[in-house]
């Protein structure tokens, strides 16, 4: 089976040139029906236009002057409506809704109408080929007014083409009728794409709620039941998994021939990240670190190898699972496995277990298996200092917000922007109502418990509408805190809390390198993580013998093929900028 894999993989590489798809390493939340009336609150936004004159003044002056969009809006409304369009992440749930017609876009709708008189259709974007989707919806000129993206090299290539709109001047000049989203969003995640030299704003970006990343589970139920305490090292680490695999018959029984004691996907770049990060060099530069940053899979950081050739030699143990790379993004092949007991330990999203209500790993493990089985959290991938040198993402590592030029309603669609960044908004999005969705408990904190029916989500914390938010955001921020535990349905609080306090221990933000456009990524995105991902698959499935000729080979093709010039003119433009200085402000 492996020698079939590796010359699939091979046989990859040759056809990359011919088609690329993009990958990010989301996750994969909740599903959701359809839409009855709801006891949704309506959101809380300010008058959006200046109508009172000042005694002894000039009333038309005063009203222009306090009024940016020169009396197009009449107390925060168009006289005539306007109809926007926008986009929304079809995830393909089991059992879920229609993205673009169920319960929470017709709130959202309702709300919209009522307030700006502005009417919302939702165009649905598969979410797991959404670089590939967009760029055809942008090519054939049918892209919804408000479009997102995990991927700016797509927004750029298109801005240079004339086809995004400069949104600098609807921030500026509108700010004062947006104070959702300038209170949500603040400067830093508004001008994080602003350009340094010539002042273009092509996207802005969501923002992180929770900054959380990855985290490492483990079969807690196993090591209980091979005397093992869980692991805090890298060599302990491979004890467990090498215990797991020798016991494969007291573990599984019947069904030892499944027995998967580590599972990575094909997006090894994410699913092995701490491990990576940790042979990558702590006291790293930020210059070193931004030249070789284009790709968040830290494929040509300097240690990478030494990482994945640390795989390599797990995968020809056996201690991986055999066929890691045939599955893509969407397939549940691993999910499933993971749901059915059958594997030892995974890395993936801090909280991924836990999610997707009654449909978690956890809760489907538990039903399966038995309710003593459980994934917990370890954190045992050390670096050179002993600490474990986690490269977080910013509150800026979201989603890029962008309206293609086809946008003729660019106003209607700001106070979009602001609409959904209402705090009110945002949390009822996020919770439902009360006793439907959630609970409260007796401190004020907020459950989620299971939903029926029209009330499912199909995203977690419905992030697919709630563009400006990702992650838990209520209200109150102590509330908040207090809620996160008890945001999963039937899941332990204590799992929560651990996993929250692990991925948070050793971090490293990321910082905001704003140099300019980068005109050799334009167009890169989707082709190069298509590369990235056979560079690594093929390393971690060859023979051992043939690790650095594989890898060596797959680097060169690589950088050949755009990532050498990304590095040059990014190093390029960082001494253009920086002069000789290799770190940024803290």
Not at 108 to 136: G, S
Not at 398 to 424: H, Q
């Amino acid at each position: 089976m492996k020698k079939k894999l590796l010359s699939v993989l091979l046989a990859g590489c040759m056809v990359l040139s011919l088609a690329a798809c993009g990958n990010d390493g989301g996750s994969t939340p909740d599903a959701g029906q359809t839409q009855p009336e709801t006891q949704a609150p309506a959101a809380d936004t300010t008058d959006n236009a200046a109508t009172d004159t000042t005694e002894g003044g000039d009333a038309s002056e005063a009203d222009a002057a306090a009024d940016p969009t020169n009396g197009e809006l009449v107390d925060g409304k168009f006289a005539e409506t306007r109809k926007i369009t926008v986009e929304v992440y079809d995830r393909g749930n089991d059992g879920g809704s229609d993205p673009t017609n169920n319960k929470y876009t017709q709130y959202i709708k309702d709300q919209m109408l009522a307030l700006h008189n502005v009417e919302v259709e939702f165009v649905a974007v598969p979410r797991w080929t959404e670089v590939e989707q967009i760029n055809n919806l942008l090519a054939a000129g049918d892209a919804p007014d408000i479009c997102l993206t995990y991927d700016y090299p797509t927004v750029q290539t298109y801005a240079n083409m004339g086809g995004v709109l400069d949104l600098s001047s609807y921030v500026d000049d509108y700010k004062d009728i947006l104070p959702n989203l300038w209170n949500w969003l603040g400067e830093t995640n508004i001008y994080w794409d602003k350009d340094p030299v010539n002042g273009t704003l092509w996207a802005i970006e969501g923002k992180r709620a929770v900054t959380n990343r990855i985290n490492t589970f483990v079969r807690k139920d196993w090591l209980d039941k091979l005397g093992l305490e869980e692991p805090t090292t890298r060599q302990e680490f491979y004890e467990m998994i090498v215990a797991f695999r020798d016991n494969a018959d007291t573990l599984l029984g019947a069904d030892a021939d499944k027995m998967i004691p580590y599972s990575v996907s094909f997006d090894v770049g994410w699913r092995a990240a701490l491990l990576i990060e940790s042979f990558i060099d702590p006291d790293i530069s930020d210059y070193d670190y931004y030249i070789n940053g284009f790709d968040d899979r830290a494929l040509t950081q300097p240690g990478t190898k030494e990482a994945v050739r640390l795989l390599n030699q797990w995968y020809n143990e056996g201690l991986l699972w055999d066929d890691f790379a045939l599955y893509s993004s969407g397939d549940s092949t691993e999910d499933d496995m993971i749901k059915a007991g059958y594997v030892g330990a995974f890395m993936h999203n801090w909280d991924y277990p836990y999610r997707d209500g009654e449909n978690s790993i956890q809760t489907n493990l538990e039903r399966i298996v038995g309710p003593d089985a459980k994934f917990v959290v370890v954190d045992c991938f050390e670096d050179t200092k002993g600490g474990h040198n986690k490269f977080i993402t910013s509150s800026a590592g979201d989603r890029k917000i962008f309206f293609p030029t086809t946008n003729d309603e660019p106003l209607a669609s700001m106070l979009y922007l602001d609409f959904i960044s209402t705090p009110e908004v945002i949390e009822y999005l996020q919770i439902g109502d009360e006793g439907v969705t959630h609970n409260k408990l007796d401190d004020g904190a907020v459950e989620i418990i299971a939903a029926t029916g029209d009330d499912i989500q199909n995203s977690g914390f419905n992030i697919d509408y709630t563009i400006t938010c990702n992650g838990l955001h209520l209200t109150d921020e102590d509330l908040t805190l207090k809620s996160m535990a008890h945001s999963y349905s039937g899941i332990d609080p204590a799992l929560v809390e651990v996993a929250h306090e692990v991925c948070n221990t050793d971090t490293r933000p990321a910082k905001n390198v704003n140099v300019g456009a980068i005109a050799a990524e334009e167009g890169q995105g989707p082709t190069l993580a298509s590369k990235r991902d056979v560079v690594y698959d093929t390393a971690v499935a060859a023979p051992v013998d043939s690790f650095d000729q594989v890898w060596d080979a797959g680097i060169a093709d690589y950088l050949s093929s755009g990532g050498q010039a990304i590095i040059d003119e990014r190093t390029e433009k960082w001494k253009a900028t920086f002069g000789d200085a290799t770190q940024l402000p803290e």
